[in-house]
């Protein structure tokens, strides 16, 4: 069975909850042929790469949607471009802060997400979700995740379409001055992304 490789974030900082794992940990394990397979990451600039290329690797999957926590932003962001570049406003879980940084230091200047964006924006606007693209993954872990796939998904050569989609706060995470959105509505978000990436599969 063909795989779809589907990874989120631990809790960071001063949130006990990050909002990608229920969301990630709730999607079905089969979809429309595909086996649906989870990953909750390390927020590591080092370590969160290295387990995802792990699974890139031992999995071949036929593509990559990785979820992440962007406090402070309203809706769901499909994110476009990964750059290369680390710059940390705090230290990571594993106490790693660096700054102006490459990802790789030969590696080209961003990648863009070979996910349909677009396609992904209007099926969460069609189920009344708040959605947009975002033109900025930031310079975090995210950011470092969605650029190191990119980069080994290219020299592997294999087309793989894979990239990010940042989730807000939920209600319940006590951010009552940022956006946030309602955990049901996360969770439809996630499946919303995935059947559409599915369906993008199915069509090419």
Do not use: W
């Amino acid at each position: 069975m063909r795989t779809i490789l589907v990874t989120g974030f631990e809790s960071f900082g001063k949130d006990s909850v990050n909002p990608t794992v229920k969301m990630v940990e709730e999607l079905p394990d089969e979809y429309a042929g595909y086996s649906i397979r989870k990953l909750i990451l390390p927020v590591s600039f080092e370590r969160a790469p290295e387990e995802a290329m792990d699974a890139l690797r031992g999995l071949k999957p036929s593509a990559v949607v990785s979820f992440g926590l962007a406090g402070g932003r309203k809706g769901i962001t499909v994110e476009r471009i990964a750059v290369n570049c680390k710059d940390a406003r705090m230290a990571d879980n594993d106490g790693a802060e660096p700054e102006d940084e490459p990802v790789r230091a030969d590696g080209p200047a961003a990648y863009f997400s070979t996910l349909p964006i677009k396609k992904i924006v209007a099926a969460l606007e069609e189920e009344r979700l708040e959605a947009s693209v975002s033109n900025s993954a930031g310079t975090f872990v995210c950011n470092c995740l969605m650029y190191s796939l990119l980069d080994s998904i290219a020299a592997e050569g294999r087309p793989v379409p894979c990239g990010f989609v940042h989730v807000p706060y939920l209600d319940s995470m006590g951010h009552p001055e940022a956006p946030s959105m309602d955990e049901e509505s996360v969770r439809r978000a996630g499946e919303t992304v995935i059947r559409t990436v599915a369906q993008y599969l199915s069509e090419r």
